[in-house]
């Protein structure tokens, strides 16, 4: 079922890019772990999945753990396989996360940020971040606001252990996925924006938005990662 869905999904991924004139190859799909078995994560990495995404530390550290005992023989090591972080990060837990993901998706505040720069420091490690916006501007939700990225991103400036990849936001759940068009719209919006500043580290940088939901809009709005997790394990 899993190797199924991970086809159909990259059908459909090719399918929008081709409506929007994008390569394929241009979007990582993130397959999301969170609450999936050891067993269905490896049946994701054996059906070509490279990118896992998890949104609680301790339970990504103990699947990390567990790959580290079991897979030694496996198609991939944990080394081989890129770990994104994609939900909130308590300070408490950075010293953890930093130690084992590539990419954190979730920054949503400049003393996370800063706890992150000095965590990756102490082990010499530059840790690639997104910066989360809260683009639907719910209170519900974690994220900058949109309105003080800018400002947000000057204040990292003196970070020299983190690297601003990019932007990410959640948006709101809903059954139609054209709602969330205008949210990816304007987290593109702000991406270019900051791109054309110069305000951060990678160029163009990332935009991580769009799941099981609305994920083909979110390509077609310019999305270089999707986060998936439902269109990947069940059906
Ligand atoms: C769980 C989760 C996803 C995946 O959601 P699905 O609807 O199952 O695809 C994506 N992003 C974040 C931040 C999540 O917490």
Known sequence: MIRDNIFKVRNLVSEACARVGRDP??????????????????????AG????????VQEAVLKYRQFLGVRHNAPAAPGDINWHLIG????????????????????DSLRLAQKIDREAGRIKKIQKILLE????????KYGFAAGELNNSIKGLSGLSN???????????????????RGYFKALKELRDNIDA???TDCRPGILSMGMTGDFEVAIEEGADMVRLGRAIFEG
């Open 88 to 107: 909130h990060l308590q300070t408490n837990k950075v010293k953890e996360a930093v130690a084992i993901f590539g990419l954190i998706h979730s920054v």
């Open 197 to 199: 500043l110069g305000l």
């Open 49 to 56: 999945i490279s990118d896992i995404g998890e949104n609680r």
């Open 25 to 46: 190859g241009g979007v990582t799909v993130v397959a999301v772990t969170k609450t999936r078995t050891l067993r269905e994560v490896e049946e994701a990495l054996e």
């Open 133 to 140: 916006v809260n683009i639907s501007e719910e209170t519900s």
């Open 162 to 180: 983190i690297r601003v990849c990019g932007l990410m936001t959640v948006a709101p759940i809903t059954d139609n996925p054209e709602r969330s």
